[in-house]
């Protein structure tokens, strides 16, 4: 049982550059999201879903798509990346209650 | 949207001391965690508590829902508990917006 698991860990892109981040999970929770950490603040919601094939913006969406075409997998898009969004980023699962993180991709964009 | 706030920003204690973390809501939440980020940067869930009591350890919380807050308290410190504690609220699973954390430092 694997938990939440995210690739890659430590990305490096260049601006105007586009990529995805992988998350997968193997505890067939319903609710999945994803979350930004900034230095000295705490999480900031991007994009959550409640199922697969349903999915809605969170506070800090711009820049960012997902999609969930299966219940194990959620991969975030970033479309065109930016310096602002140096940051990094955390996938987490939701079982009516208790989120669970995955370890965290650290993401720089130059 | 709702907004967390959570004291002290800082807190520093010497092993064996304990301590209480606070997080205050702007808005009713049906939905609150506690959470441990440790210095490597994993997060851990503590505590799913909407409203009452819990346990765990030498870990306890309680959340007063009428009053929109919620406590977190560390009994017995040791250096593992150093990091980073948030809260986080919600009205939905899955949508949770979390304070800017309690910077914990234990000294042996």
Same mark, same amino acid.
């Given at each position: 049982?694997?938990?939440?698991?995210?690739?890659?860990?430590?990305?490096?892109?260049?601006?105007?550059?586009?990529?995805?981040?992988?998350?997968?999970?193997?505890?067939?929770?319903?609710?999945?999201?994803?979350?930004?950490?900034?230095?000295?603040?705490?999480?900031?919601?991007?994009?959550? /879903? $409640?199922?697969?094939?349903? *999915? %809605?913006? &969170?506070?800090?969406?711009?820049?960012?798509?997902?999609? =969930?075409? !299966?219940?194990?997998?959620?991969?975030?898009?970033?479309?065109?990346?930016?310096?602002?969004?140096? /940051? $990094?980023?955390?996938?987490? *699962? %939701?079982? &009516?209650?208790?989120?669970?993180?995955?370890?965290?991709? =650290?993401? !720089?964009?130059? | 949207?709702?907004?967390?706030?959570?004291?002290?920003?800082?807190?520093?204690?010497?092993?064996?001391?304990?301590?209480?973390?606070?997080?205050?809501?702007?808005?009713?939440?049906?939905?609150?965690?506690?959470?441990?980020?440790?210095?490597?940067?994993?997060?851990?869930?503590?505590?799913?508590?909407?409203?009452?009591?819990?346990?765990?350890?030498?870990?306890?919380?309680?959340?007063?829902?009428?009053?929109?807050?919620?406590?977190?308290?560390?009994?017995?410190?040791?250096?593992?508990?150093?990091?980073?504690?948030?809260?986080?609220?919600?009205?939905?699973?899955?949508?949770?917006?979390?304070?800017?954390?309690?910077?914990?430092?234990?000294?042996?």
């Amino acid at each position: 049982n694997a938990g939440v698991t995210q690739t890659p860990k430590f990305q490096v892109l260049k601006t105007g550059q586009s990529m995805t981040l992988q998350c997968a999970q193997d505890m067939n929770h319903e609710y999945m999201s994803w979350y930004r950490q900034d230095p000295g603040m705490g999480l900031r919601l991007i994009h959550y /879903s $409640v199922g697969a094939g349903i *999915t %809605d913006q &969170g506070e800090v969406p711009n820049g960012y798509n997902v999609s =969930r075409s !299966t219940t194990e997998d959620f991969p975030l898009r970033l479309l065109s990346a930016a310096p602002s969004q140096t /940051s $990094v980023y955390f996938c987490a *699962t %939701d079982r &009516g209650g208790e989120q669970y993180f995955g370890p965290g991709t =650290r993401l !720089t964009v130059t | 949207g709702i907004q967390v706030e959570q004291s002290p920003p800082d807190l520093i204690l010497q092993e064996g001391a304990n301590s209480t973390l606070r997080c205050n809501f702007s808005d009713s939440v049906n939905n609150l965690q506690w959470f441990h980020q440790n210095p490597w940067g994993q997060l851990i869930n503590l505590f799913y508590i909407p409203s009452g009591t819990k346990q765990n350890g030498r870990l306890s919380a309680t959340t007063v829902a009428t009053e929109r807050y919620s406590l977190l308290y560390i009994s017995s410190s040791q250096t593992t508990d150093s990091g980073v504690y948030f809260c986080a609220g919600g009205t939905s699973y899955g949508k949770l917006t979390f304070g800017q954390g309690t910077i914990l430092t234990v000294h042996p």
